[in-house]
């Protein structure tokens, strides 16, 4: 797919900027970045100066935000149409980010899918693509950019996770069980790649302001509560008693990006209002 603002890109160190851009002409990599969470991650790495490739499925959507993102600064944006349940799809799409912006050294797999069903009606295909989405497409995507990262001395893998990796919740098996799975890849491959200067993190936000969050509440309105009731059934686990917002992951996504933060790995974040401790 054609590039935003591609002329423009920066090269490490550059400090032309006016404003602090630690990750200055770094390649991140964002998969689910076309709304939500994962816009709200491009656009902090993008005012932390990263060069961003939004990789999804919708195309129109991801030329939208590519669009936005691109009048941010002095950055470059490409956007790359993909189907993450496909290792052939996953390939194809890294191998065209590279040729855009060139080696990726910070990766954010950021997208996932929570199908919702008792387990006595948890369909066997439902389950598999869960699993192909939340924790398949990290493992062959963290695969994928490991000979750029330690080419270039400096990494970054962010798996946005949930605190259900952390804890339970009924009738999501299991969007709970890949999301587990995330985390325990994050942890085997933070500790493998300790000695390198790579470091591996999981994110884990509670319900927040999406549409996923939305989806929820209108699932919820169906048994014959209004907007309101579903909303305070939705975030009653939470302390304090609202929803989690997108940027507020992304502020914690772009510290653990920095160089300062190069000995944070192995962690699984909650952002969560105190919900999990």
């Not at 770094?26 to 993008?46: D, K, Q, S």
């Not at 969050?213 to 609202?242: C, F, H, V, W, Y």
Request: glycine content about 10%; charged content about 20%.
């Amino acid at each position: 797919m054609p590039t935003a603002n591609s002329n423009n890109a920066a090269t490490p160190g550059d400090d032309s900027d006016l404003m602090p851009r630690p990750l200055a002409g770094r390649h991140a990599f964002v998969t689910g970045g076309n709304r939500g969470i994962g816009a709200a991650i491009a656009r902090e790495l993008a005012d932390l100066g990263a060069n961003i490739t939004l990789a999804a499925r919708d195309e129109a959507a991801l030329r939208h935000q590519s669009q936005a993102l691109s009048q941010r600064g002095d950055i470059a944006v490409t956007c790359q149409a993909m189907d993450l349940r496909e290792p052939g799809s996953i390939s194809e799409g890294m191998a065209a980010a590279r040729e855009e912006l060139g080696p990726i050294s910070i990766l954010i797999n950021n997208a996932g899918i929570a199908p919702a069903a008792p387990l006595a009606k948890l369909e066997l295909d439902s389950w598999r693509e869960t699993f192909e989405i939340n924790v398949q497409a990290s493992f062959l995507l963290s695969q994928a950019v490991l000979d750029d990262m330690q080419r270039q001395g400096f990494g970054r893998m962010i798996n946005i996770s949930s605190t259900a990796g952390l804890r339970g919740y009924p009738f999501v098996a299991a969007y709970v069980a890949s999301k587990h799975a995330l985390i325990g890849l994050t942890r085997a491959l933070a500790l493998e790649l300790a000695k390198e200067p790579i470091t591996v993190n999981a994110v884990c936000p509670g319900y927040a302001e999406t549409e996923m969050a939305d989806n929820a509440i209108r699932n919820i309105q169906q048994s014959g509560k209004t907007e309101a009731e579903a909303r305070a059934i939705l975030t009653r686990g939470n302390p304090q008693g609202r929803l989690i917002q997108p940027d507020e992951v992304a502020a914690t996504v772009g510290w653990l990006c920095l160089p300062s933060s190069a000995s944070i790995t192995g962690q699984a974040i909650a952002i969560a209002g105190g919900e999990v401790m």
